[in-house]
């Protein structure tokens, strides 16, 4: 799989082809990118549900012909009633059940914020229409879900609300089984009939209170109630012959464009040999030792993000790299599971989306009236009062999710991103560099061969992990060089499931989507 897709009218890259087909349909009926992602984020909400979900968090950039782009913040902060002492008999946050369902969801408050900045008219009915439907009627389960439901079977099986929603007839369903979710078709159906505002200060916002309360959950109707995702500026970064654009804390947007940046004052003149793989991970390490220090909310930060991103501090970090030993690495990593989506109209609209529930199948806990499954995202937070992301009420927790956006001086308007946890920032440093910088097609930087520093969903290991289609005598001089390898199967859904989408200045589009996934590219 190595052809890139083109299209002139509208293109969406999805790891689940349903989703990107729901965006499509949305696209021919006359919807815009904004509209498109919003019912894609719908779709696989429900046919994708070990990855992402409605009782999850979500983050966007969306960037308009003529205007700035835009971020949206739907990350939820952690309950009022989720304090320390709430937690003083445990020496961690669980990360499964009840006392892991510790934040709002804030997805829907981002589909919300989304759609007003839409320039299109389409009725959410509509852009719900495909999801209610696979809900209710049931689609084939996963290879992914199947498996990951087996693998996290014994630490979820006894969770408040999961296996009736998630089990059948006490196991895990088979790929292929008919895998339906009518309380979740309900909630959807209410929510295209009444409005999204109904997740939080009304029915919904009530039935899904009661059950996490009946559960033993520190979220309530008044944390719901108070939700609102923010409009934010996203950081950036000027490149050669480019600007790239992330989120802003509390994600770790500002790692991904600081590998950018350091890689660009470092880079190698080919894809794939040694300086290129060698670099990227060094800079990964350079930039994921500031995430770990700085990276929080950002209301608890020290200093702005930005000041990681001017030229002269990228300058002295990247005279710290070593073009021909590796740094030491046994940080701790940051593990999650995400999905990421793009989009681009016929009118230059772009998005970059994703959506997450943390872990696989997120806290496990469903809620039985509304079908939500909630995320375990607040179980990153930390119980040490020394530690940079301590828990408290109203605080949002660190985030792994980054929707990538690059504006070319050419004209060129890419969106890209991937699922991946602690892999994010480093497959779209590979996936950026291998287009912008050596010239691959979209799809052949996406199916290409690729590494992952330390932890993401599925590992424990802090290793640099490969997969085995890179060269052998490659895979010798980074052991030689002193990276700790671990070489895995040759498409890996360790390395995550990417995505890309570019508008060329005379507005044809190329696409790509993972071999590792599910997706696809749909365009017209």
């Known amino acids: 799989m190595i052809n890139t897709p083109s299209a002139t009218r509208g293109m969406v890259t999805a790891p689940h082809h349903l989703a990107a087909q729901s965006g499509l349909a949305v696209l021919r009926d006359g919807g815009d990118a904004i509209e498109a992602m919003v019912a894609a984020a719908a779709t696989i909400a429900v046919v994708y549900p070990h990855m992402n979900g409605i009782g999850g968090d979500g983050f966007w950039i969306v960037s308009r012909p003529g205007q700035a782009p835009v971020a949206i913040d739907a990350c939820g902060p952690a309950a009022a009633a989720a304090t320390p002492e709430a937690y003083a008999d445990r020496s961690a946050i669980p990360s499964r059940g009840p006392g892991a369902a510790l934040t709002v969801p804030g997805t829907i408050g981002g589909w919300q914020t989304a759609l007003q900045l839409s320039g299109g008219q389409t009725p959410l009915a509509r852009l719900l229409a495909d999801a209610i439907g696979y809900a209710g009627h049931?689609?084939?389960?996963?290879?992914?879900?199947?498996?990951?439901?087996?693998?996290?079977?014994?630490?979820?099986?006894?969770?408040?609300?999961?296996?009736?929603?998630?089990?059948?007839?006490?196991?895990?369903?088979?790929?292929?089984?008919?895998?339906?979710?009518?309380?979740?078709?309900?909630?959807?159906?209410?929510?295209?009939?009444?409005?999204?505002?109904?997740?939080?200060?009304?029915?919904?916002?009530?039935?899904?209170?009661?059950?996490?309360?009946?559960?033993?959950?520190?979220?309530?109707?008044?944390?719901?109630?108070?939700?609102?995702?923010?409009?934010?500026?996203?950081?950036?970064?000027?490149?050669?012959?480019?600007?790239?654009?992330?989120?802003?804390?509390?994600?770790?947007?500002?790692?991904?464009?600081?590998?950018?940046?350091?890689?660009?004052?470092?880079?190698?003149?080919?894809?794939?040999?040694?300086?290129?793989v060698h670099r990227l991970v060094e800079a990964t390490k350079q930039a994921f030792l500031v995430r770990n220090a700085e990276v929080r909310d950002p209301a608890a930060m020290a200093q702005p993000a930005d000041a990681f991103l001017e030229s002269g501090y990228l300058d002295a970090l990247a005279g710290r790299i070593d073009p021909a030993r590796a740094l030491a690495w046994e940080r701790p990593g940051q593990v999650g599971d995400t999905i990421w989506m793009g989009a681009i109209d016929q009118d230059g609209t772009a998005v970059s989306f994703i959506q997450s529930l943390y872990w696989e199948f997120g806290s496990g806990v469903v809620s039985p009236e509304t079908g939500v499954l909630l995320q375990n995202r607040g179980a990153s937070f930390s119980l040490d009062p020394a530690n940079n992301n301590r828990l408290a009420p109203g605080r949002k927790p660190f985030h792994t999710l980054v929707p990538g956006y690059a504006e070319f001086d050419d004209g060129r308007r890419l969106v890209y991103g991937t699922m991946g946890g602690e892999g994010q920032p480093q497959t779209m440093g590979a996936v950026f560099a291998r287009y912008a910088r050596c010239g691959q097609g979209l799809q052949e930087a996406i199916t290409a061969p690729r590494w992952l520093l330390g932890r993401t969903w599925g590992a424990e290991s802090t290793t640099l992990k490969l997969e085995s289609r890179f060269d052998r005598a490659l895979i010798d001089q980074l052991r030689a060089a002193g990276h700790a390898v671990e070489v895995l199967e040759p498409f890996s859904n360790t390395m995550g499931h990417a995505g890309a989408v570019v508008r060329h200045p005379d507005g044809s589009l190329d696409g790509a989507s993972d071999p590792r996934s599910d997706g696809g590219v749909a365009a017209w």
Do not use: C, W
């Open 138 to 276: 049931g689609v084939p389960v996963t290879a992914g879900q199947a498996e990951l439901g087996r693998a996290k079977l014994a630490e979820l099986r006894d969770v408040p609300g999961f296996a009736p929603v998630f089990l059948a007839d006490s196991r895990v369903p088979a790929p292929g089984d008919r895998f339906r979710q009518p309380a979740l078709a309900e909630t959807l159906a209410r929510l295209a009939e009444t409005g999204l505002d109904d997740f939080y200060r009304g029915q919904i916002a009530r039935a899904l209170a009661a059950d996490l309360a009946a559960a033993g959950s520190p979220l309530t109707a008044d944390d719901l109630a108070a939700y609102t995702a923010q409009q934010r500026t996203p950081l950036s970064v000027r490149l050669d012959g480019a600007r790239a654009y992330n989120m802003p804390p509390p994600t770790q947007g500002l790692a991904q464009l600081m590998i950018l940046g350091l890689f660009d004052r470092i880079q190698p003149k080919a894809a794939d040999d040694f300086a290129f």
